[in-house]
């Protein structure tokens, strides 16, 4: 049993009463419990809600009812009514682990439901109540009359021809192109025409660029000119494999490599380098440890080497502390018989 | 819910539900009785007040009773009536919450039962996020509409 079923409790607050007071009498109208249910505005909206939410029936139908000028409940309510089987169905299906059927159905009551709304609006209802109409009163005109006004039209029509109104005056910037190139570019009456019936014949204006691909002859409308000026003749290997899909690729990834290359080997010369700078902070360091621990100057700065295995005399501690002592305990004989002894 | 799923699979039926269906009937009276007769009411008033969530607390509390009428009846409530079964144990679930003054609003009713079918497509391995998605789309203002 679940929680709010179990552990009922024993008092019956006074807020409560109210909700007491609600106690059905199930055993009659068991068969209105839709009618039941959409008797309260909240209970209509959880109805609103089951339609749209799990048929998608009676908000589509409300739609349908809406567009032809009726009211979106009376709609709701005969989509709904419409929509009933479908939501039936779409609800079976779910229950029976078929969700994807159950999308199906619903999306079938949406549709059903949407005319089934629009079945009640009056303009519906009007169109059905009209009287028929013959069809000899309504025929179209004869086809006839159509067709010359199609061919009067097609020649004098602005959006499908092309005037030849020649070019106005040069800009400053254009004039310093040169005499030739400006007077090119005032083309001559009825050299352009969408029906090109003119172009042929005419050659390219003297100044204007040329490339390679351009045949003298075919017309300054004609396709070999126009790719002479934006095509090159002959591109560079690079431009032609950077243009080519096969080779494209190919030249990217080596790109990819030489780069990786080139910062590859910026690392390990610095990695080199801070190897070296590390030894020799090492070497310098040990150094100076060895120097300030021992307390002397081991040390040969000019022969680069300890003292000890330097050329030059070491320091012997033994024969300084011999020296010392035989100054201290043996200090020179001064008396009568030492003067005598040393002589 | 797992009387339901104990069922056998048909084929999907292509008649309006029926609401006088035996099993049906005696699946509303025994919640009507559970709620009522034996003071069920008063701890759904209690869950129902000391919820944060009213959305939460209508949709748990009747998606609960659903489940255990479902289950005391042995799940012979017919498959296409169980969204109705829910429907109506979550109207009276709204009602005590308006006995409450909990001011439920329309939207609320509606988002309950909202979230009663995410929750059983949910328990049933059905990835609701989408759908979702598409139910929070709806304008809650058509759950406001009044009467025909």
Not at chain 1, 16 to 38: E, F, P, Q, S, T
Not at chain 1, 259 to 275: C, D, H, N, S, T
Not at chain 1, 315 to 336: C, H, I, M, N, S
Not at chain 2, 25 to 31: I, W
């Amino acid at each position: 049993m679940s929680k709010a079923v179990s552990g009922v409790g024993n008092a019956i607050g006074g807020v409560l009463k109210g909700a007491v007071n609600l106690v059905k009498d199930v055993g009659n109208g068991i068969g209105r419990i839709v009618k039941d249910i959409g008797s309260s505005k909240i209970g209509k909206a959880v109805l609103i809600a089951a339609a749209i939410y799990f048929g998608g029936a009676a908000l589509s139908g409300g739609f349908g009812a809406s567009a032809g000028g009726g009211s979106f409940l009376s709609g709701m309510s005969a989509g709904v009514s419409s929509a009933a089987t479908s939501l039936s169905s779409a609800w079976t299906s779910a229950m029976a682990g078929e969700f994807s059927q159950a999308g199906s159905t619903l999306a079938n009551s949406w549709s059903t439901a949407s005319n089934a709304g629009a079945m009640t609006s009056p303009g519906y209802v009007a169109a059905l109540s009209s009287p028929s109409v013959s069809l000899t009163e309504t025929a179209a005109a004869a086809p006839e009359a159509v067709a010359p006004e199609i061919a009067t039209t097609s020649g004098t029509s602005s959006a499908n021809t092309v005037t030849n109104t020649p070019l106005g005056a040069p800009p400053d910037q254009v004039s310093r192109m040169g005499a030739n190139q400006v007077s090119s570019m005032q083309p001559a009456g009825s050299q352009y025409s969408l029906s090109g019936a003119s172009t042929s014949g005419l050659t390219a204006p003297t100044g204007v660029y040329q490339g390679a691909g351009y045949t003298s002859g075919t017309g300054i409308n004609g396709a070999n000119y126009a790719n002479s000026l934006y095509t090159p003749s002959s591109p560079g290997v690079m431009s032609s494999i950077w243009n080519s899909p096969y080779t494209a690729p190919a030249l990217i990834s080596g790109g990819m490599q030489v780069g990786g290359a080139y910062i590859q080997g910026q690392a390990q010369e610095k990695q080199l380098r801070e190897q070296r700078e590390y030894e020799a902070r090492m070497v310098e360091e040990a150094r100076n440890r060895y120097n300030t621990n021992v307390g002397a100057e081991l040390w040969d700065p000019n022969a680069q080497a300890p003292i000890y295995q330097a050329q030059g005399p070491a320091f012997d501690p033994y024969a300084e502390a011999r020296a010392r002592a035989a100054q201290v305990y043996a200090p020179a004989q001064t008396g009568l018989a030492a003067k005598y002894m040393n002589a | 819910m797992a009387g339901l799923i104990k069922q056998k699979m048909s084929a999907p039926e292509t008649e309006a539900p029926d609401e006088n269906n035996p099993a049906f009937v005696q699946a509303l009276k025994f919640a009507m009785s559970v709620l009522y007769e034996q003071d069920a009411a008063d701890d759904v008033a209690k869950q129902l007040n000391s919820g944060q969530d009213k959305v939460d607390a209508l949709s748990n509390i009747a998606y609960d009773l659903t489940t255990t009428v479902d289950e005391k009846t042995q799940g012979q409530v017919p498959r296409e009536l169980i969204a109705l079964l829910g429907m109506a144990i979550l109207k009276e679930v709204v009602d005590i919450a308006e006995a409450m003054k909990l001011g439920i609003t329309p939207k609320d009713a509606a988002d309950a039962f909202k979230q009663m079918l995410l929750r059983y497509l949910g328990e049933n391995g059905v990835d609701t996020s989408q759908l979702q998605q598409s139910m929070d789309k709806i304008d809650p203002k058509v759950f406001e509409q009044q009467g025909v």
